[in-house]
C-alpha cells in the first residue's frame, strides 16, 4: 500500500496494524488481514503527512507534515503536537528516525533536528480526565462561573466551576479547524476561538451555536492569540498569529503591519492601548484609536545573544499591570514579559494576575505554576524568576 503520495509501517501495539498517512492529512489504521475499510482515522495534522514512523517498544506514532508539525500517538491514541518553532525544523523534510535507546526522534531538513521525549506519568486513580486529546486553550466566564476548555480536536467543552462536572459539549466535528486560543466578551456571555484555519468564531457557548465567522481575504494562517477590545464605546475582536499581522474586526481595512516575525500573544491596556509579543521577542505598544506604533521593546538578552544559534527569543505570554504597588515606578502601569532567556526547559509559556494585580501566576513548559505577590516586587529588578 506504499506509494509516492502515501508513509506506512507496520505497528506492534495491541494488535497488529498498519499505518498510513499521505495527502489528505489523515493518519489511518488498517487490518492488515482486512483491506475494505480502516479500522481508525487519526485526525489533526493540517498539511499533507510526509513521514511516518513507529516505534513498538514505547507502543508510540511519529507523524511529521509539510508545514513541519510534528505529532505523538500513544497506544490510549492521545495525541501530542510539537510546534515548529518550538521544535527549530527548518526546510522542506528529507527523512526522519526515531532512537528508541534515546527516546529522540531525528529529523533531517536543512539541518539535523533532535527531538527529546518525556514519558508522561501514569495517571493516579482519583485524577479525571477532561479531554481524549490535548487541551489547546481555557478560560474563565465570570458571569456563568464557568470554565471552557478546546482541543487540538475542534471539541468544546463546559465546566461548571464549583462542581467541576461537564455541563455542555459542542464541536469536534470534521469540518471545524483545530483552536489555539479563545477570548470572552467583557460580559462574559460569548465565546470568541481562534482557530489553526485562520479564521475567528464567535459562539453562544451554553448552547453550542455559533454566531458568526470572522475570516479575512485571501490566505489565512494560524491564529494564535485574540483578545475581545473595548475602545470607548467601540467593540472589536483582535487576533494575531503567523501571517505577522494584527487583525481587527470590524474595521474595513482591518491589517496593521509592524512584526516580522509570528504574533504569539497580545494584552489589552485600556482605554485605547495594545501589546503584541513575536517570536523574534520583539514587542509592540500600538494605539487602537490612531493604528499606530506607539513603542517597541526588545529583550535585552535577545539584543546581546541575537547571533547565538539555537536561542529561543519567543515572547509567548505578556500582560499589563495596574497596581498601587507599581508606584514606586515613574509610571502606575507596566509591561510584563516572559520568554526570550534561551531556556527551553525553564521558559514561562503564559502569565495570568489577579482582577486587582494582587497576585502573578506564571505557567512554565514542564507544569509548574509560579505564584508572585506583587507586593514584593523589587523596583530595582526588571525580571522575576521562580
Not at 470572522?214 to 464605546?233: M, S
Not at 513603542?295 to 541575537?306: D, G, K, L, N, T
Amino acid at each position: 500500500m506504499r506509494g509516492p503520495n502515501r508513509k506506512s509501517r507496520i505497528l506492534k501495539m495491541r494488535h497488529r496494524l498498519l499505518i498510513t498517512g499521505g495527502m489528505d492529512k489523515l493518519i489511518r489504521l488498517w487490518n492488515p488481514h482486512y483491506s475494505g475499510k480502516p479500522t481508525g482515522i487519526l485526525k489533526g495534522h493540517s498539511a499533507p503527512i510526509v513521514s511516518i514512523r513507529i516505534s513498538s517498544e514505547d507502543n508510540q506514532i511519529f507523524s511529521v507534515s509539510t508545514d513541519c508539525t510534528v505529532k505523538v500517538t500513544d497506544d490510549s491514541f492521545l495525541c501530542f503536537t510539537s510546534d515548529p518553532k518550538a521544535s527549530r525544523i527548518h526546510g522542506d523534510i528529507s527523512a526522519c528516525a526515531y532512537s528508541t535507546a534515546m527516546k529522540s526522534l531525528y529529523i533531517a531538513a536543512d539541518c539535523m533536528t533532535m527531538l527529546p521525549l518525556k514519558l508522561r506519568q501514569r495517571l493516579h486513580r482519583h485524577f479525571t480526565v477532561s479531554h481524549n486529546e490535548p487541551v489547546s486553550c481555557c478560560g474563565y466566564s465570570k458571569e456563568f462561573r464557568q470554565v471552557v476548555s478546546c482541543t487540538e480536536g475542534s471539541v468544546v467543552r463546559v465546566w461548571d466551576f464549583d462542581t467541576g462536572c461537564q455541563r455542555f459539549e459542542f464541536g469536534g466535528t470534521r469540518e471545524l479547524s483545530s483552536i489555539t486560543c479563545l477570548t470572552f466578551d467583557p460580559k462574559g456571555r460569548r465565546l470568541v476561538t481562534g482557530g489553526r484555519d485562520g479564521s475567528l468564531k464567535v459562539w453562544n457557548f451554553n448552547n453550542g451555536l455559533c454566531l458568526k465567522t470572522l475570516k479575512k481575504d485571501g490566505e489565512c494562517r494560524e491564529v494564535c492569540d485574540c483578545i475581545f477590545l473595548q475602545v470607548h464605546r467601540n467593540f472589536y475582536v483582535m487576533s494575531v498569529g503567523r501571517d505577522r499581522k494584527i487583525d481587527i474586526y470590524p474595521f474595513a481595512s482591518p491589517q496593521k503591519n509592524g512584526h516580522k516575525d509570528d504574533i504569539l500573544c497580545m494584552a489589552q491596556c485600556p482605554p485605547s492601548f495594545v501589546a503584541t509579543g513575536s517570536s523574534d521577542g520583539e514587542i509592540i505598544v500600538w494605539n487602537v484609536d490612531s493604528g499606530r506604533i506607539q513603542c517597541r521593546f526588545v529583550s535585552p538578552i535577545v539584543a546581546e545573544q541575537q547571533d547565538v544559534k539555537g536561542l529561543d527569543t519567543s515572547v509567548p505570554s505578556i500582560v499589563f499591570l495596574k497596581d498601587p504597588y507599581l508606584k514606586q515606578f515613574s509610571s502606575t502601569t507596566a509591561l510584563l514579559s516572559s520568554g526570550a532567556e534561551g531556556q527551553c526547559y525553564k521558559q514561562i509559556t503564559k502569565l495570568a494576575k489577579t482582577e486587582k494585580d494582587v497576585l502573578l501566576y506564571m505557567a512554565d513548559r514542564i507544569g509548574y505554576i509560579y505564584v508572585y505577590s506583587m507586593e514584593n516586587l523589587d523596583p530595582e529588578k526588571t525580571s522575576l524568576r521562580g
